[in-house]
């Protein structure tokens, strides 16, 4: 073993874990007679670090210090569980998976509605020719200064379409031009400004 050299000044270890080889320059050094702090001041160390690399070797005789075993978790599984089922009742907090996205923006309907819709859609489900006799229209208000702004839920990648994660829209005072139209499976309709009635 050969006594600490100058050369060593330039190692550095800035407070991070001394490599094999920087443990046995200091193992090295301490058993020429160079105190513990002058080890520690050629390798810019923390003079801790050094008598714990000292330490560890009259116990173990050498100089690898046992694997870390790491920061333990500050959570259990229970306490994760316990912070999603908090996260789906507030979606403005995160957590694990769950991402920041653009909330889609769907019209503001009941859960009556809801229900409607869902019966309407499948009583319809093993329609294939009867759509082409199948008119659909709607209408839209295009306002003079709607509110474009986007606003954020939490939620994982498969609740896109999930109700609490959607933004209900609805119809607002503001001025605007409202516009009527339709379409079949051959053909669009014209558009229309102003009110229809249901005829």
């Given amino acids: ?82 912070l999603i089922r908090i996260l789906k009742k507030d979606r403005k907090m995160t957590f694990q998976e769950f991402y ?19 019966n309407w859609a499948k009583e319809r489900k093993l329609w294939i020719n009867e759509w082409d006799s199948v008119i659909w229209s709607d209408k839209s208000k295009f306002e003079l200064f709607r509110e474009n702004g986007r606003r954020l839920v939490w939620r994982r990648p498969h609740e896109k379409y999930d109700i609490e994660c959607l933004i209900p829209t609805v119809k607002s005072g ?4 409202i516009v009527w139209g339709c379409f079949s499976k051959n053909n669009f309709g014209p558009l229309v400004k102003g009110r229809v009635d249901k005829a």
């Fill in 1 to 82: 073993m050969r006594c600490l050299e100058p050369s060593l000044t330039t190692m550095s270890c800035k407070r991070r874990e001394l490599t094999i080889f920087e443990r046995g320059e200091v193992i090295g050094a301490w058993k020429c007679g160079v105190s513990e702090r002058k080890i520690a001041e050629a390798l810019n160390c923390p003079s801790c670090t050094i008598h714990k690399v000292i330490s560890t070797y009259k116990i173990r005789g050498d100089e690898i210090l046992p694997p870390r075993t790491g920061r333990p978790p500050k959570m259990t599984e229970r306490d994760g569980r316990h």
């Fill in 100 to 118: 920041s996205r653009v909330g889609v923006r769907k019209p503001l309907v009941t859960e009556i509605n809801r229900i409607k819709r869902l």
């Fill in 174 to 177: 503001q001025q605007g031009v």
